[in-house]
């Protein structure tokens, strides 16, 4: 079968709303050496992307036009250098832009055969948050069995993920989430106590139960002081967003008593090899999790790639409870 010399691809000509979705006919770029050429089954909507959309998350140098950061589907090419992948393989892959469309050229590295046990519009909502959480929780947080994982958003697609993978791990896990129907999930899904943060005080609780080891946070403002109040001795703190506000005032000084560790990253501009690395340790450690039953991505809904905007107005809603998809 030919190749496919243009794809369509999701753009933001100028920032704004989910209005601003275009969804346009670009020639397809070369591929390099070192990448794959993936026809989409599927591809992932993140926060992340919303705020690209509103001008505030540009992308890398160098990084595909349009929105995206994540596919799932069969590879038609490959590059010269690529050993590993040849047509017909079904992947998912982490990308650093274009994941909306219906052909995604993604680094070879970053390139994860689809597990066993879920489908391939499924595995599209594994990337991006799966990626995130092995770099935060386990590799940041040294995340380790019979320790106490805090995770806050618990109904969103990290959430999700980080629920599922640190119960798979042997950690204890609570959530914070904002409905009741958001905590059933969580504790369905594995959490030991999900706490309602409009009617339960999470310090409280998790004093209660010992403090945390490791807390996920992507609200940030507000969060980071209890956070710092409900870790354990010696526990991590990982930020990954700030969806409250970046900046705060804090005491600092039970930091310091209780000797915590607070750090932050972001995954995107992270270098290829570094990548690399992320998607070897997962593919030892989290795709036997998946294909054993311990852990699946947890889908909300799938959305046309014309209606990419719709997808955006209801991650914007925030009522959403595990990944939005999109489909060519």
């Known amino acids: 079968m030919p190749l496919p010399t243009t794809h369509r691809i999701a753009i933001t000509p100028e920032p704004g709303g989910p209005e601003a979705i275009q969804i346009v006919e670009r020639p397809l770029p070369a591929l390099a050496d070192n990448e794959v050429l993936i026809r989409t089954a599927a591809c992932g909507v993140n926060k992340p992307d919303t705020f690209e959309r509103m001008g505030f998350y540009p992308p890398p140098p160098g990084a595909p036009e349009g929105l995206g950061l994540e596919a799932a589907g069969t590879i038609v090419a490959v590059g010269a250098s690529v050993d590993r992948f040849k047509a017909g393989d079904a992947v998912c892959a982490l990308v650093t832009g274009g994941g909306y469309s219906d052909y995604v050229i993604a680094k070879a590295g970053s390139t ?28 940041a947080g040294q995340l380790k069995a019979g320790d106490t994982l805090l995770v806050h958003g618990g109904a969103g697609g990290i959430g999700t993920t980080a629920i599922q993978m640190g119960k798979a791990a042997g950690a204890r896990v609570f959530a914070t989430a904002g409905s009741p129907e958001k905590c059933a999930l969580c504790e369905r899904l594995g959490a030991t106590r999900a706490i309602n943060y409009r009617e339960e005080d999470f310090v409280a609780i998790l004093n209660e139960a010992g403090g ?44 310091m008593l209780k000797q915590l560790t607070l750090t932050g990253s972001t995954l995107r501009a992270r270098p290829d090899a570094e990548k690399t690395e992320l ?35 209801l991650m914007d809603a925030g009522d959403h409870a595990g990944k939005i998809l999109l489909t060519p």
């Open 212 to 255: 945390a080891n490791v807390i996920l946070d992507m609200v940030g403002g507000p969060y980071l002081q209890k956070n710092i109040d409900c870790a354990a001795f010696r526990g991590r703190i990982i930020q990954i967003a700030f969806l409250q506000g970046s900046r705060i005032e804090a005491d600092l000084m039970r930091l």
């Open 279 to 313: 998607a070897n340790a997962i593919e030892n450690t989290v795709w036997p999790w998946i294909e054993s039953g311990r852990f699946k991505p947890e889908i909300h809904a799938t959305f046309p790639l014309e209606k990419a905007g719709e997808a955006h107005r």
């Open 112 to 139: 994860l055969p689809a597990p066993t046990g879920i489908d391939l519009t499924a595995a599209a909502g594994l990337p991006e948050t799966v990626f995130t959480v092995w770099a935060n929780v386990f590799q």
